[in-house]
């Protein structure tokens, strides 16, 4: 499976291959995969492995990509958005638009966390 | 008369449930109970184990960390099997024997076995700070090229039992594990093998034929190996490995699990508490 070698929280938690999530939600599909409209830099931090570590009590941070041949597509992204990928993606051609979607933590979980910032 | 559901609560702060590595958290869960038990008898069932039957939410539970707690399974004459949690694993007896009382109530459908399944924690890695950068890997227990089968370990441990007439007592169980070392414990896992599982006796376990009746306590690892964890080259893998805990204290049970965080390549740490299958033969 397709995991992110970390995923790092707002507060900086840090959890290791955490499967990387692609939904597409429209009926139109895209050939390629929607992660390719990151920066290089961004997908060589997915990658195939034969397991993951199971972490209940978050909602992972996911952006939601309306793209130019009316596909949409939201998937999770492994560090905090920033404006460098703002930029990124709105120079894009095959991007019509697109939204950050915020992480949630569940308080268990954040509790948790907070001893290991 | 249908069957009846009530959620037993612990809340951490009123009656937590004490984790195996005595950690006090708050837990929920649903339990099924026959038509025959009342009112009254449910809620005597609830102060046995510790539980509350509260209604609506338990504030803030820890089941988002994955945690399933331990549960006493009373298996009835009709072949019905009620599944209560168990609060405190030091009350284990008491409470299955409080239990098997009000369940035997009804006469012709009495209690004929009652078995222990261990609370189970699937990532513990916020419990013990482990953290991992996805560039260190762990040597892989496949075995060493040439090898014509896959090597493990096994034997007797001296271990610290949860049941028990007196818990803690000691018992000699079996345990196995594979290796990438014939006769000695993974290289994966250095040292905190035997510092956990303590050293293999000579004894040999009494003979259950193929059916495990206890079944140990134990971390469930999960590593990123490589079988040349220098090579840049090689596609990391994952191994899953198990290590025995041999004490029943609760901050051995937690030291062992720190320990084991600092190994490398190790990114996932979960936790399974003891099954045994003839809690009925303890009352």
Redesign the interface.
């Known amino acids: 499976m397709l995991v992110w070698?970390?995923y790092t929280t707002d507060i900086g938690?840090?959890?290791?291959?955490i499967p990387v999530n692609i939904r597409q939600l429209s009926n139109i599909g895209r050939d390629e995969s929607p992660l390719l409209i990151l920066p290089e830099s961004d997908r060589n931090f997915a990658f195939e492995?034969?397991?993951f570590?199971?972490?209940?009590?978050i909602s992972f941070r996911k952006i939601k990509v309306f793209f130019s041949d009316d596909s949409v597509y939201e998937f999770n992204y492994y560090r905090p958005f920033s404006l460098d990928l703002f930029h990124h993606l709105s120079s894009s051609i095959s991007v019509r638009a697109f939204e950050f979607i915020g992480e949630e933590i569940?308080?268990?979980?954040l509790r948790?966390?907070l001893?290991?910032v | 008369m249908p069957r009846r559901v009530e959620t037993f609560s612990f809340i951490t702060g009123v009656n937590a449930y004490i984790t195996d590595f005595a950690e006090p958290i708050t837990i929920s869960r649903k339990v099924n109970f026959p038509p025959d038990v009342t009112e009254t008898e449910l809620n005597n069932i609830a102060v046995a184990v510790g539980a509350t039957t509260i209604a609506n939410t338990t504030p803030c539970p820890d089941d988002i960390v994955g945690a399933s707690p331990r549960y006493l399974n009373f298996i009835r004459a009709s072949g019905n099997t009620v599944s209560i949690p168990l609060g405190n694993r030091t009350n284990l007896i008491t409470a299955a024997t409080t239990i098997k009382g009000i369940l035997d109530a009804e006469a012709g459908n009495n209690v004929v076995c009652i078995e222990l399944v261990g609370e189970e924690f699937r990532n513990l890695n916020d419990i013990f700070g482990l953290t991992y950068s996805g560039t260190i890997f762990a040597k892989s227990h496949k075995a060493p090229d040439g090898s014509p089968k896959q090597f493990y370990i096994s034997g007797t441990i001296a271990y610290s039992a949860d049941a028990a007439t007196t818990p803690g007592a000691g018992v000699v169980v079996p345990v196995k594990s594979i290796t990438d070392v014939d006769g000695s414990p993974a290289t994966q896992l250095g040292g905190e093998f035997t510092q956990c599982a303590g050293n293999l006796l000579s004894t040999i376990s009494c003979s259950n034929g193929r059916r495990r009746i206890r079944k140990h306590r134990r971390y469930k690892l999960q590593f990123a190996t490589k079988v040349d964890p220098t090579d840049v080259n090689e596609a990391p893998l994952t191994e899953s490995i198990e290590v025995p805990v041999k004490d029943f204290t609760g901050s051995l049970i937690n030291d062992c699990g720190g320990n084991l965080t600092s190994l490398d390549g190790l990114y996932c740490i979960g936790y399974q508490g003891e099954s045994y299958k003839q809690i009925h033969n303890l009352l």
């Open positions: 070698q970390q938690r840090i959890y290791p291959f492995f034969n397991s570590c199971p972490i209940k009590g569940r308080h268990s979980r948790r966390m001893d290991n």
